[in-house]
């Protein structure tokens, strides 16, 4: 009733302001008029449409700009500048949201020009705490780093004005904003130590906003300092900081009502999700979700695309991350749906150029979404949806983020290898291939050896798949031999770093110098076959897979029977032998196991066990006739005068 009052006051204020406007009134007059009414309509846009009113206010603080001289930097001028980025501020939580706070900063730079810190020194602290939360909010965005170090530094400006004993209140609001600006600056560099400054900006905060005097603002303190725990959870004491998120949270709930304050309400909610979802990973995955998805839906309830686009788009990003993270436990395919419609509803409300990281990062999780459910429903359409995302992904961070953008051709890489898997034509898959090894070499020359090494073999071992499969099309040899350097490349990484992954590309170098060896030096590529698997079983990890030691066995018996073709045919065939016969015994006992505990791969280790025993038995027709042929064989006769 009292808000509906002052609206009504507002608009009542606002038409006496137009009415004046009919008068003949000198310029500077007609300035301020034009300023009042953009005051007026900013605090009607926190009523009721925000983004129309908004909108009238810039109109109005421009006309109150153009009845002034352009070229005076008056504090009348600098007033309305104010005015006028602020207006800008609030509009970006509607729409266009890069360039409204670009435009709010610039407004206020210039206003700076006159509110200096000698002459208008109120004026000036309160301008750099506007540039502080225009900057945290633009560094979630774009250029987090550089963007939080610029809030930082406002919010450091302000505090040569605004002092605890003299502005306490002010002083409190600045702490809040560079608390915030911390945490924001936390997730690039630096994290332990600045999660630390922004607890501590916050407790300074909490001691002036007392929760018996300041319930609002006390708040609003306990929900930016559930972020920092967030936050600092990625550091230290994981499920310790997530507890102290959560707890912070529900304090800001005993005093952030829905019907009273539904927006604040909201983000608190969406932080108590994201709490819950950052425990999910640490323990009790399946509760912890439901009670992340639970706040979300709360959240969901009092933010809609419409009024709050920015804030509906952040909380269904969430949704869809939480879906996923569940999908890995319960009802996989649902879940996987459920998370691609929420990125797809996050996608209505970001932008490539207006909310680029925002926009990359729902694209991310539609990727994975799609990645994953393409194992259970209609492979080859989720695999060119995917395609789709990781694409739109890379465009975003060519520019931005060098290790991001290297990641996204990762992933990309990755999805064209997938969809070659399902191309039905020779030409579908030389295409898909050749995007794969395009996407692989443009990462590298970002995850160099030296900088990204674990990165950058991942993408070579990805590289050696993509050529693999190219091969099976076209250019057989030249693409097993990129393959086998691909190998190489990755093997110079992982050694020493990673046994397990040395041991498995080992075992793909092995597989190609074998694929190798039917089309060129046999003898020779079958050695380097052999060799690598011998590395591949002397490196493997305590607690590998048996069944895994057993098919590299087998793999080797492959390779030594393929060489007793070319040289040394009984020794060889023998090797072949005893490799088999290990392969079969190791299959045959875990079929027997496997079987016991009702696991569904009995079956195929007992198939493979088979394959093993066939394979014995052919070993020892060959050698059985090689060793006939040899008792034959007949010297001759020598030639006598």
């Known amino acids: 009733m009292k808000a509906t009052k002052q609206l009504e006051e507002y608009k009542k204020g606002l038409g006496t302001y137009e009415k004046m406007l009919d008068l003949e009134l000198d310029s500077h007059s007609k300035s301020n008029i034009h300023r009042k009414i953009g005051e007026v309509c900013l605090e009607m846009a926190k009523m009721e449409d925000m983004r129309g009113n908004c909108q009238r206010a810039i109109q109005a603080f421009q006309r109150a700009l153009a009845s002034q001289d352009p070229d005076l930097l008056s504090p009348q001028r600098a007033r309305v500048l104010r005015g006028l980025g602020s207006a800008y501020a609030v509009l970006a939580d509607q729409e266009d949201r890069l360039t409204n706070l670009k435009m709010a900063i610039e407004a206020w730079d210039e206003a700076l020009k006159v509110f200096t810190l000698e002459d208008f020194p109120h004026d000036f602290a309160i301008l750099q705490g ?69 607890m501590e900006a916050f407790e300074k905060a909490l001691a002036v906003y007392r929760k018996d005097r300041y319930p609002t603002q006390y708040a609003a303190v306990k929900n930016n300092l559930a972020v920092a725990y967030i936050c600092l959870s ?12 959560i707890q912070c949270c529900q304090e800001a709930l005993l005093f952030r009502k829905p019907e009273a304050d539904p927006i604040p309400y909201a983000a608190t909610q969406n932080n108590l999700g994201n709490a819950y979802l950052a425990l999910a990973r640490i323990e009790e995955g399946g509760e912890n979700c439901r009670r992340a998805l639970d706040a979300y839906q709360k959240a969901l309830q009092f933010i809609s695309p419409d009024r709050f686009p920015v804030q509906y788009a952040a909380t269904q990003n969430n949704l869809g991350s939480t879906y996923l993270f569940l999908a890995e436990s319960q009802d996989p395919e649902e879940n996987f749906q459920r998370a691609i419609q929420s990125c797809r509803e996050a996608l209505k409300v970001y932008g490539s150029q207006e909310s680029p990281e925002d926009y990359a990062e729902a694209q991310g999780n539609l990727w994975l979404a799609y990645i994953a459910l393409a194992d259970l429903s209609d492979r080859e359409e989720c695999c060119r949806q995917a395609l789709e995302a990781a694409q739109q992904r890379s465009k975003v961070y060519r520019k931005v983020n060098p290790f991001k953008y290297a990641s996204s051709l990762r992933d990309l890489a990755m999805t064209y290898i997938m969809l070659a898997s399902t191309d039905m034509t020779s030409q579908a898959k030389g295409e898909d291939c050749h995007g794969a090894i395009e996407a692989c070499r443009e990462a590298l020359t ?43 490349s990755a093997l110079g990484v992982y050694l020493g770093r990673s046994p397990s992954q040395w041991a498995e590309v080992q075992r793909n170098l092995a597989c190609t110098y074998l694929s190798l060896a039917e089309l060129d030096e046999k003898s020779g590529n079958c050695k380097k076959a052999i060799e690598a698997y011998r590395n591949a079983l002397d490196f493997r990890p305590e607690g590998a897979s048996l069944l895994e030691r057993a098919e590299i066995e087998e793999e080797m018996g492959d390779a030594y029977l393929a060489l007793s073709d070319a040289i040394d045919r009984q020794d060889n065939c023998q090797m072949a032998l005893k490799a088999y016969k290990r392969a079969h015994q190791i299959f045959s006992k875990e079929a027997e196991r496997l079987e016991s505990e009702g696991d569904s791969r009995a079956a195929e280790a007992l198939r493979k066990a088979e394959g093993c025993k066939r394979a014995q038995e052919a070993c020892k027709k060959i050698l059985k006739s090689a060793k006939v042929q040899k008792s034959t064989r007949r010297p001759e006769k020598s030639k006598g005068g």
């Open 130 to 198: 506007d540039l502080a939360v225009a900057y945290r909010r633009l560094a979630e965005s774009e250029s987090k780093a550089k963007n939080s170090q610029r809030a930082v530094e406002a919010c450091m400006e302000a505090l040569k004005v605004f002092h605890q004993k003299s502005h306490p209140e002010a002083y409190s609001d600045l702490q809040i904003i560079f608390g915030s600006s911390l945490v924001t600056l936390a997730q690039e560099q630096d994290r332990l130590e600045n999660c630390r400054s922004a």
């Open 234 to 245: 990625e550091a230290e004491e994981r499920a310790e900081n997530c507890q102290r998120a």
């Open 446 to 488: 970002v995850f160099a050896p030296a900088s990204y090494p674990m990165e950058y073999a991942e993408v070579e071992n990805l590289l050696w798949t993509a050529l693999t499969s190219l091969a099976e099309v076209e250019d057989r040899k030249e693409n097993l031999k990129k393959a086998a350097r691909a190998c190489e």
